[in-house]
């Protein structure tokens, strides 16, 4: 059983920053791709940024240049580091790992940007 359990969600006012963190049961290595997903009060979970096995890096359109995702094969553990944050960045993040056949999910982290 893997689990993924996320830290640093918060309230922030706009032009703030927020450091996400997850960490992982197992080597973060075992995974195709971890990454991180947000869901917003009646909007679809929607991927955030990914960082595959080999460590390429894949963000949505609305946090390129402001967010970047960064791992820690020490620690076992995968970051967000969310810079120049908005309001429409409200929403539940959710840590995600990508196994061979399953996907696993973290229960989620609240991050709130006052305007």
């Known amino acids: 059983q893997v689990q993924l359990v996320e830290s640093g969600g918060g309230l922030v006012q706009a032009g703030g920053s927020l450091r996400l963190s997850c960490a992982a049961s197992?080597?973060?290595?075992?995974?195709?791709?971890m990454g991180w997903y947000r869901q917003a009060p009646g909007k679809q979970r929607e991927l955030v940024a990914r960082?595959?096995?080999?460590?390429?890096?894949d963000y949505a359109d609305s946090v390129k240049g402001r967010f970047t995702i960064s791992r820690d094969s020490v620690k076992n553990t995968l970051t967000l580091q969310m810079n120049s944050l908005k309001p429409e960045d409200t929403a539940v993040y959710y840590c995600?790992?990508?196994?061979?056949?399953?996907?696993?999910w973290g229960q989620g982290t609240q991050v709130t940007v006052s305007s």
């Open positions: 995600n790992a990508a196994g061979t056949l399953l996907d696993y």
């Open positions: 197992r080597s973060i290595f075992s995974f195709n791709a």
């Open positions: 960082i595959i096995r080999g460590g390429m890096t």
